[in-house]
């Protein structure tokens, strides 16, 4: 699953847990959910952070050379 993809679930997940008529149980299921998502969204966005400072530094060094 993207992270796009992940982003809309933990939306869906969100107006799923606001339902009034959903049980204790259910809810909690849910946030369990919500919180595996949310980890994962972190994970790919700590990467991304990485890779970005890594094409930054490249960046850096190609303007020194010239």
């Known amino acids: 699953m ?3 993809e992940k982003i809309t679930k933990l939306d869906s997940l969100a107006s799923q ?3 009034e008529n959903v049980s204790l149980e259910k809810s909690l299921e849910i946030f369990e959910q919500t919180v595996q998502i949310a ?3 972190m994970i790919a966005l700590n990467d991304c952070k990485g890779k970005l400072v890594i094409l930054q ?3 850096r060094k190609i ?3 010239n």
Do not use: G, T
């Open 2 to 4: 993207s992270l796009e």
């Open 17 to 19: 847990i606001e339902d």
């Open 39 to 41: 980890d994962e969204c």
């Open 63 to 65: 303007i020194d050379e």
């Open 57 to 59: 530094d490249k960046v």
